[in-house]
C-alpha cells in the first residue's frame, strides 16, 4: 500500500503551517510538478528500504550514515532539517499510527522503530 503523501502534506499544514519550516517547504515545492513529488517521495521511501534492509543496530555506522542521508534529504529537498526537528520526526514515525503502519507496511515490520531509535541515537550521540 503506498502511503498517501498528499494528505501527509494537509496534516503538516494544519500542525506546522505557520512554522519557518513549513514556509521553506512552500516554497520549495511550489514549482514542482506532481512527477517531481512523486520522485521526490520515492526518493524517501528509497531510504526507508535501506533502513528496512538493514541487519544491525540502530546505533551501527550503517544506521548512522542512513539517519544522515534522511537529514540531508530532507534539507535538500523539503525543509531544513536540524537535528531538533529531525527528532520530532524520529518520534513522530513511531507515534502517529498513520506514519508507523504505513512505513512498516511498505517496508518491513518494525521499520519505524528501527529508524526511529536509529534517529534518537544520532541525536543524542
Do not use: H
Not at 65 to 84: G, M, R, S
Amino acid at each position: 500500500m503506498k502511503p498517501d503523501f498528499n494528505n501527509y502534506e494537509k496534516l503538516a499544514e494544519m500542525r506546522w503551517g505557520d512554522t519557518d519550516a513549513f514556509q521553506e517547504y512552500r516554497e520549495k515545492s511550489k514549482s514542482r510538478s506532481a512527477v517531481d513529488n512523486d520522485a521526490l517521495q520515492q526518493g524517501i521511501m528509497d531510504i526507508f528500504c535501506k533502513f528496512g534492509a538493514l541487519d544491525c543496530y540502530p546505533s551501527d555506522e550503517a544506521a548512522q550514515a542512513l539517519v544522515k542521508k534522511l537529514q540531508d534529504y530532507i534539507t535538500e529537498n523539503f525543509y531544513t532539517c536540524p537535528n531538533e526537528i529531525l527528532a520530532g520526526l524520529g518520534k513522530m514515525y513511531v507515534a502517529d499510527g498513520e506514519f508507523k503502519t504505513n512505513i512498516d507496511n511498505a517496508v518491513g515490520e518494525g521499520t519505524a522503530e528501527f529508524v526511529s531509535k536509529a534517529i534518537e541515537y544520532y541525536i543524542v550521540y
